[in-house]
């Protein structure tokens, strides 16, 4: 029996008479200006200027990670938790939602979690606190997971559930890059091209890697040199300071690194 059939929803505190939701899925480790930058302007792309009743919420989804493998360095999946919730509490609309992680603590063995499976489950929970009001879900993604998209599970099912919203990221920095990307994959005709191109969110800053965040916060600043740890809050930088986060990031290998919602999810 599926997963999402036997495993008890978390549940979500969300506005009555809400039009729709962003959902936004990622490792946030640690979570940074970027991730709620971007995300207040998908929910603007999605939505307009408003939010909760007057538009859309976000759903950060914090993932699961594999105690069993080896990722480089990494918070706990409750310090993930404790710092997203602190970076997102001051964003009207917003709302962490730890269904994931809930639900490979209640299996004996947690397996990879996918994202159709979390939408499956989150419009199953709607429905069940918002009988007969239709929310639309809108799926946040970056142009790295878009080009890859095509091999996600159940790719095409999770476009009808939550039509994506792209967010620009490195090695794409145009709407060209991403579509000669797009176009390599051979996976998408011209027509679906365009429709993935139109779903770029506009932005006026270039996305950051959690990685070099990390890298920047641990490593010693250079004279001249503007720090990494700028583009994390106050709220979280103070609490990866009293929880002695991240101090060895900078000698991690490149190759230890697994980057959120990595293909196939």
Known sequence: MPQHRTIPITPIQLPRG????????????????????????????????????????IVFV??????????????SDADRIA?????TRRLTGAVVWTDEIDRAAATASPE??????????????LRRQSPGMPITLRLLIGSDQAASFHRWREARRVLRI???????????????DLRRELERTG??????????????VPTGIRGHSSTAVRAGMSA??????????????????NYIAKNGLYRDAHRAS????????????
């Open 187 to 200: 996976a998408w005709s011209e027509p679906q091209i365009a429709a993935w191109l139109s779903r770029i």
């Open 18 to 57: 809400l039009r729709g939701i962003v959902v936004f899925g990622g490792s946030f480790d640690p979570p940074h200006l970027w991730h709620t930058h971007i995300a207040s302007a998908a929910r603007r792309r999605a939505f307009g200027t408003g939010s909760g009743r007057d538009g859309g919420a």
């Open 254 to 265: 490149p190759r230890q690194v697994v980057r959120p919602r990595n293909v196939g999810v």
């Open 83 to 87: 710092m997203l919730r602190l970076a």
């Open 162 to 176: 939550a039509e994506p919203l792209v967010a620009l990221r490195p090695p794409h920095h145009t709407r060209d």
């Open 62 to 75: 914090p993932t699961f990670r594999s105690p069993f493998k080896s990722r480089g360095p990494s918070a």
């Open 220 to 237: 010693r600043p250079r004279a001249g040199s503007s720090s990494r740890a700028n583009i994390v809050s106050t709220p979280v930088r």
């Open 112 to 125: 990879s979690s996918y994202t159709i499976d979390t939408l499956v489950r989150l419009r199953r929970l």
